[in-house]
């Protein structure tokens, strides 16, 4: 699989454009499509999904227009539900702009497939209730969103967030990874299992 990055939207949030086989899944369109539409008709790709981590504002922002542009459909956890009625979801508090209502159809762990190559969901509460791992074994790669960063994690202090349930999260689902998978995160450089299983700080002695 390809992967390619674009950060979007006030935080610049990392979104990821997975293609394969002429099929492209793309992971937290937070800001504007226009780059990702750009680079799906270039390449000749058709988006089959919309995969959300979580339901953050900052991860979200881009789901009715890519989704409106392409047809693709969004898989999130409902989990995650409850944020549509706080700004964490809605976006509009300091002085962001609002997310355009979506609607998204519940994705629960388990194995499925996305532009024709598996993947394992993996549910990964602690950063939000609702918070999802996409791992692709072929690709070596998994996608955390804000679970897990290069020598950090994820904010623990919203409403849902329970910093002992992030790191079960990522001692029982992304520690148990082969060591050179790739872990590409909602912020900042990408990392590896090994790299952070031996480096990060949150994790000595847990």
């Not at 086989?21 to 800001?31: N, S």
């Not at 226009?34 to 089959?48: D, Y």
Request: charged share 15%; aromatic share 10%.
């Amino acid at each position: 699989m390809d992967i390619t990055t674009f950060p979007l939207g006030p935080l610049q949030t990392n979104c990821y454009v997975l293609a394969n086989d002429g099929q492209a899944v793309v992971v937290d369109p937070g800001g504007d499509p226009a780059p990702l539409l750009r680079h799906l008709e270039a390449g000749g790709l058709t988006l089959s999904v919309i995969l959300n981590t979580h339901l953050h504002f900052d991860h979200t922002a881009g789901n009715k227009a890519l989704s409106e542009a392409t047809g693709a459909h969004i898989l999130a956890n409902d989990a995650d539900g409850y944020l549509m009625d706080t700004w964490l979801g809605r976006g509009g508090d300091m002085g962001l702009p609002l997310v355009p209502p979506y609607t998204w159809t519940n994705l629960e762990p388990g194995e499925t497939v996305f532009a024709g190559t598996g993947c394992t969901v993996f549910h990964t509460p602690g950063h939000s209730p609702g918070s999802l791992t996409f791992y692709f074994p072929d690709a070596g790669a998994a996608f955390v969103g804000d679970l897990i960063f290069y020598r950090s994690i994820g904010r623990t202090d919203f409403p849902g967030g329970d910093l002992d349930a992030l790191k079960r999260s990522v001692t029982e689902h992304i520690f148990t990874l082969p060591p050179e998978t790739r872990l590409l995160s909602g912020h900042g450089p990408e990392t590896s299992v090994g790299d952070e299983k031996n480096h990060n700080p949150f994790f000595g002695g847990f």
